[in-house]
């Protein structure tokens, strides 16, 4: 296998998928690597590899750093006449400012934020449960996440409505689209979609299904807790009415994220307690929120904005928020690198079925997580012996129960799930293939 420079010079020569590539070089990687504590990690003579990031990425030191400043200084609930209080609200109302930034959204009541994406989908699913009728639709899909599932599915259990699905194509995991189209009818009330899949990367026409929901009057529920650490988010250019993510999965603390129409978040009513606001997006944050955490998240977006301004190219003097989107640009860049290294590497193991999008001329169309069987072991045992060599990686159908029922490999344990992140090595990737190709004889 190549060396970890020789493999990154390979991929530097000429122009790559989808045109001219920019991203990191070597030297800048390793200042972006030394952000996070956790990558200073070995396991034995070499780093530990984390290619578990769509479970969970690791988390810069500004995070880490304005968790415990705010433990240590300003720990207090939420609206006391006093002043750690005072300034544990303040923190609060810049987390909601940041996270609308971040996602694109004008107004910062736009935001709320709870325990995770899947409790806060729950809680919204409850609500516009409220307004269904028995015989009206929600159109959900088989390439999602089931957070974006079952709580719909509920729905038609406790409200009498109907859920219709949205196939996808086998040979490249995309959705149907033209099937979608034949769904929509004036019963259809929400359609509930991922920005990109968490199992196998697909990148959906989210701003396109939304136009076709609308279209037909349907709202549209957005789950991009996958696409958040690969891509710029933009709600405004999305035009969905809901939108879901959570900080945990790009860079930050353990923590839930919606984004809601502001007309929608106020007309809707959540299950709450008495006492609390009947304003948005108050009322959607229930019981005390975790203020170590928003302190995290803020960090994080300082890292991000740092990111942006250092290797994006955001002009001196831009708005956090073009810095953010900057910060993405060079990750969606610097990852489509690395995804085309482990594409071609993949595809050359003996016996590796990869799901998904395959052909490197649509890198454009998939986030760099790669879900693939191999001939003669399962995926619990791919995984282990991985993690023997220090390579984290997941196996099984990681809640995309759909998907993996679909494709016809739930009994067998599902797939093994290798998620890239900007900050991952190139050499990680020629470890993870020879180690394959070990297993593989």
């Keep these: 296998m190549p060396s970890e420079e020789s493999a990154f010079v390979m991929e530097l020569q000429g122009p790559g998928p989808g045109g001219t590539l920019t991203g990191f070089d070597l030297d800048d990687l390793n200042v972006v690597r030394a952000q996070f504590p956790a990558l200073s990690r070995m396991h034995g003579d070499r780093p530990y590899s984390y290619l578990d990031g769509p479970g969970g990425t690791q988390v810069p030191s500004r995070a880490i750093a304005a968790m415990t400043d705010y433990l240590s200084r300003c720990n207090a609930n939420h609206e006391g006449a006093f002043p750690t209080s005072e300034e544990s609200d303040a923190l609060l109302a810049q987390a909601h400012v940041a996270a609308a930034e971040f996602l694109g959204a004008a107004d910062p009541g736009e935001v709320a934020f709870g ?122 250019a999305l035009g969905t009415d809901f939108l879901v993510c959570s900080p945990y999965k790009f860079f930050g603390p353990h923590l839930g994220l919606l984004y809601g129409k502001r007309e929608l978040l106020d007309r809707l009513a959540p299950y709450k307690v008495r006492p609390a606001t009947n304003e948005a997006p108050g009322k959607w944050e229930t019981g005390t929120l975790p203020g170590e955490a928003l302190a995290g998240l803020i960090g994080t977006f300082g890292y991000l904005d740092w990111l942006g301004r250092r290797f994006g190219g955001a002009a001196e003097g831009a708005s956090r928020r073009d810095a953010l989107a900057a910060a993405m640009k060079v990750i969606f860049d610097t990852e489509r690198r690395l995804a085309h290294s482990a594409l071609t590497a993949l595809t050359d193991v003996p016996g590796l079925c990869l799901r998904g999008i395959t052909d490197p001329a649509r890198l454009d169309e998939r986030v760099p997580t790669f879900a693939f069987t191999l001939a003669g072991h399962s995926p619990r045992e791919i995984a282990a012996h991985l993690g023997r060599q220090g390579i984290a990686v997941w196996d099984g159908d990681y809640y995309a129960y759909e998907l993996i029922r679909t494709l016809g490999l739930a009994e067998s344990g599902g797939m093994v799930r290798v998620g890239l992140a900007h900050y991952n090595r190139p050499q990680e990737v020629d470890d993870l293939v020879s180690a394959l190709h070990e297993l593989a004889g």
Excluded at 145 to 150: E, F, G, L, S, T
Excluded at 175 to 187: I, N, P, Q, V, W
Aim: proline share 3%.
């Design 115 to 236: 325990q995770n994406m899947t409790t806060l989908t729950f809680a919204v699913s409850r609500a516009i449960g409220r307004t269904l009728h028995a015989g009206e639709e929600i159109v959900v899909t088989r390439l999602d996440h089931d957070a974006n599932v079952a709580p719909w599915l509920a729905l038609e259990e406790e409200r009498g409505i109907r859920v219709r699905w949205v196939e996808i194509r086998p040979d490249d995991c995309t959705l149907d689209l033209d099937g979608l189209a034949g769904l929509l009818s004036e019963r259809t009330r929400l359609v509930a979609v991922g920005l990109a899949s968490n199992a196998v990367g697909t990148l959906n026409p989210v701003a396109q299904i939304v136009d076709m929901a609308h279209a037909a009057g349907a709202w549209t529920y957005v789950d991009a807790v996958h696409a958040a650490p690969h891509v710029a988010i933009d709600v405004a």
